[in-house]
């Protein structure tokens, strides 16, 4: 039974979070209710596990028993926590995959600034940064919703997140009319599957 348990299992993300420079959460995502239920402990985690990586030179982490890839980018910070178990790697691969999502979505973005769309000022990758962030946040909760959904990686590849985000490096940067356009046609999708159940509900009824 011990053994079993220390097997890498399905639900491979514990928990995902950004941080400013200066610890500050921007976004976190923790997939197991298990740990750190509640705020004061999951910002505690963070604290410390900020605290003991934003002056390091390393990838991976090993704290509170729980295996910690990061990486930064000007002023902000990202981490993908995994049980002590699990493969190091895998959790490179999805924060490697957010990475480089944001990167194409927030560089796109600062070239937009100023009507300089398709071009990108900055140099691409060096517009990563916490203003951008926060400037596209609807943006960036799709983006890791398509990466991970309850702590199972659903894709790695970030072609294929931006492909599913309908964002394309090409066009215009994830707005908030295109993120809500996305959503309401997921909605529309739904109601249509329901509607044509109830359709044959009441012929059924009807017969």
């Not at 990486?71 to 957010?98: A, R």
Request: charged fraction near 20%; glycine fraction near 6%.
């Amino acid at each position: 039974m011990d053994s079993m348990s220390m097997e890498p299992s399905l639900y491979t993300v514990k928990a995902l979070f950004i941080l400013d420079n200066d610890g500050n959460r921007l976004l976190s995502k923790y997939y197991d209710p298990e740990l750190y239920p509640s705020m004061k402990e999951q910002n505690n985690f963070e604290k410390n596990v900020f605290n003991k990586t934003h002056k390091a030179d390393n990838e991976i982490a090993f704290l509170e028993g729980m295996t910690v890839v990061y990486k930064s980018s000007i002023d902000l910070f990202f981490y993908v926590v995994g049980s002590p178990q699990e493969n190091e790697l895998m959790l490179m691969s999805v924060l490697n995959c957010l990475f480089d999502s944001l990167t194409q979505i927030l560089s796109s973005c600062a070239g937009c600034h100023g009507n300089r769309c398709g071009s990108n000022a900055g140099g691409w990758g060096k517009n990563v940064e916490r203003r951008y962030l926060l400037e596209n946040m609807e943006g960036v909760f799709l983006v890791v919703d398509e990466i991970i959904d309850g702590g199972v990686i659903l894709e790695s590849d970030p072609q294929q997140v931006l492909q599913k985000v309908n964002y394309k490096s090409d066009e215009s940067p994830l707005s908030e009319q295109s993120v809500a356009q996305h959503i309401t046609e997921k909605l529309a999708l739904t109601t249509n599957v329901i509607q044509s159940a109830k359709d044959q509900i009441k012929w059924s009824i009807l017969k």
